[in-house]
């Protein structure tokens, strides 16, 4: 059976019934995280549907189509904090863009030419995207944005505070 028959059957096993009735988020809270199939998002923060948006993209990075969907929940769907969900053993912080290009092209046979938003520095690349939302002038809510990573061998969530300007120095 193909994983999405799988998932399908899932659902109509499972969450018959459950759809929540309001479009805007009870929470008035987005989400950003990536999309490694280790992270249970509903389950690590105990939400609920109806409660919160969830974005999810490689590395749960800042991208301009993770701003343009914040913007949208913001603006149009009412939420006012944003949570920048990061992880220990990351994918996007284990290659350089350019070998993973070069391993999508040799899968495909085609020219990738997409920016890949890889990383060096796990706590580093949240401070980034965290920094980066809080420029956003197209975010009307900028005051509640804040970065987290999760250990995923501890199981645990510790938040990633911005670093102090002008020291340079890691935490
Ligand atoms: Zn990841």
Redesign the pocket.
Known sequence: MDAIDQVLMNSRLHYLGMAARTIQPVMRLAILT???ARIDTAGLLGLRPGDAHVLRN???RATDDAVAALAISQAVLGTREVMVL??TE???GRMKATEMAARIEAATGHAFHEKLETFADPIEAVVEDVERLKRSPHLAHREKIRGFMYDLEKNAINEVLARATGSGGGP
């Open positions: 990536c999309m490694d490689a590395g749960g990061h992880h990351c994918a996007m």
